[in-house]
């Protein structure tokens, strides 16, 4: 395999790039690759395999067909309001689920209207939501005519979602106090919710210091260093190693002390992290739990755990420092749904950020009640988790927030099917997908990953130059990173076999890292990458022991 065509000097300017956006630049290089040649009659049969986004190649078809049956209820029970040509009226809620009992008894042949019948059934037994109003709540929603009230969740959708968060989250084991929720457009809009209204209320300040625990997903680095928020960042790095050779990507002691110091606001984290893609450590949860206890109180969490299902036994930082904690979850990864912007920010009732208003100056009390006034006659005591909601559609515009009422009823129907028996049998093949798609990558490869049973195995990061010190020893991997971009390996793959991957150190990983999502091709396209990658280890070590002579 020959060297990439672009020149080292382009390599490096090129790599300045977000790896989102560098990747753009691989899959021209892959797409060339797989285009035809000058002169070829016939189509090339070489594939492009872009294992660069984290978007899964599969979806959750039984809560899917669930929410097309109530569509048909729904319709149902707008025209039995008023019928006209293409018009109807909307949905009553007396007598409601008496007719939706008839509606299944007669279309026991609609696809999904069984599973649609455990669902509702399970919301009134879980959480005792009073039948009547629970059908019509999600009849309503499901057409969409009305905005979303209340604005910040849906009153039977809060109680169905938070048992799902922690019986997921929390391995089913929540803290006492009360978990609030904001339905938000996907787990992305949750962060840009989140760093605003900590902005907006002067509970963070441009130029404050925060922690971010890395490698982490990329936006959180890219967020803290705009102008806007210019952050002093405190790294919390993943740099332990299972033996020489093997990074182990957990957080020593020494790095998670950083969080000791009282003048580090803020940590981020994503867990079970990504690319690494593992679960915090009981370790060091304790380890902050007890810097919470003694040196940094008013420490604020916010902890990303989109990745959680793919664990067992899965908990949350949120549950161990629920004051501290504002927890986001999306919907995305585990059942397929990226396009759908299912995603939720969680707080609990007693907290420190609620605790930090209350502290503000007079004259920034005053600045806020300003700010509020227009929504309630006490903007002083407006919650933190409402603030979010009126800053996310500028205040003035807080009677139509919300997400939309047909996504919170889809939203419902995942975190229903997961209780159920079908959901339970559904999670355990999505990870047993994601970890056969990893067998086959290190099969491929010949590389060597560490043991770790909290592993979701969604992403996996490889370290190259440690790779090449495992193999061939500490000569090997030097030259490498003497004679070599970082992101060399990426441009070759990317030229010469049609493989895209991003590069970890853009996720502040190791430079000579590289992220495979192990979530969006076929699970042989994960031999072939592997295969791939040891092509290129063998050409790096033949251009080695050629330079040698």
């Known amino acids: 395999m020959s060297k990439p065509s672009i020149s080292r000097d382009d390599i490096r300017r090129m790599s300045r790039l977000s790896p989102f956006e560098l990747k753009g630049e691989f899959i021209k290089l892959a797409e060339e690759y797989q285009a035809d040649r000058p002169g070829q009659k016939e189509k090339s049969s070489r594939n492009l395999l872009n294992a660069g986004r984290g978007n ?36 009553e809620q007396q007598g409601i689920a008496e007719r939706y009992d008839r509606f299944a008894r007669s279309h026991p042949e609609l696809p999904g209207v069984e599973l649609l019948t ?35 969740m849906l009153r039977c959708g809060e109680q169905v979602v938070r048992g799902y968060l922690q019986e997921e989250l929390m391995d089913g084991r929540p803290p006492a106090d009360r978990l609030d ?21 002067g509970i963070l300040h441009q130029g404050d210091k925060i922690a971010l625990m890395v490698p982490v997903f990329t936006p959180y680095i890219e967020i803290a260093e705009l102008d806007t928020f210019g952050f002093d960042v405190v790294k919390v790095e993943a740099s332990s190693f299972a033996e020489t050779g093997v990074r182990g990507w957990r957080y020593p002691t020494e790095e998670v002390a950083k969080l000791a110091d009282p003048a580090v606001k803020l940590v981020c984290l994503v867990n079970p992290s990504n690319p690494p893609s593992l679960e915090l450590s009981q370790r060091v949860a304790d380890q902050i739990k007890e810097i919470v206890a003694t040196s940094n109180p008013n420490l604020m969490i916010v902890t990303d755990d989109v990745y959680g299902t793919f664990v067992n036994g899965f908990r949350t930082i949120a549950a161990d420092l629920p004051r501290n904690t504002l927890l ?18 969680g707080l609990h009732q007693d907290n420190v950020f609620d605790d930090m208003l209350a502290e503000l100056p007079a004259e920034e009390k005053l600045r806020l009640a300003r700010r509020y006034g227009s929504i309630t006659l006490e903007p002083e005591k407006l919650r933190f988790i409402d603030r979010l909601v009126a800053d996310s559609r500028q205040v003035a515009l807080n009677h139509t927030a919300g997400l939309s009422l047909p996504q919170q009823v889809q939203m419902d129907l995942f975190s229903l099917f997961a209780m159920l028996p079908e959901g339970k049998a559904y999670k355990a093949k999505v990870q047993e997908i994601v970890h056969q798609r990893l067998s086959l990558l290190l099969e491929g490869s010949g590389m060597k990953i560490s043991e770790d049973d909290k592993r979701a195995g969604y992403y996996i990061e490889l370290d190259l130059q440690a790779e090449a010190e495992r193999v061939a020893g500490p000569e090997f991997a030097e030259y490498l990173v003497k004679t070599y971009e970082p992101t060399e390996p990426l441009f070759r793959l990317a030229e010469h076999t049609g493989v895209v991957l991003l590069n970890g150190g853009g996720f502040d990983g190791p430079e000579w890292s590289v992220r495979v999502s192990l979530a969006n091709l076929d699970d042989l396209d994960y031999l072939k990458i592997g295969h791939h990658l040891k092509e290129i280890f063998d050409d790096y070590r033949q251009e080695w022991e050629a330079a040698k002579v």
């Open 56 to 91: 899964p190649n599969w979806i959750a078809t039984g809560p899917r067909e669930a929410y097309l049956a109530l569509g048909h209820f729904a319709l149902q029970e707008s025209r039995r309001v008023w019928t006209a040509d293409n018009l109807g009226g909307m949905p």
């Open 118 to 152: 455990a669902c509702i059934a399970l919301g009134v037994e879980r959480f005792g939501l009073d039948r009547d109003a629970w059908i019509h709540e999600l009849a309503d929603s499901a057409i969409g005519d009305n905005y979303p009230v209340p604005d910040r």
């Open 328 to 345: 986001v979850y999306s919907y995305s990864k585990h059942y397929g749904c990226t396009g759908h912007r299912l995603g939720v920010i």
């Open 181 to 201: 929720l904001f339905a938000t457009e996907g787990g992305t809009a949750a962060m840009c919710y989140i760093f605003d209204t900590l902005m907006k209320n």
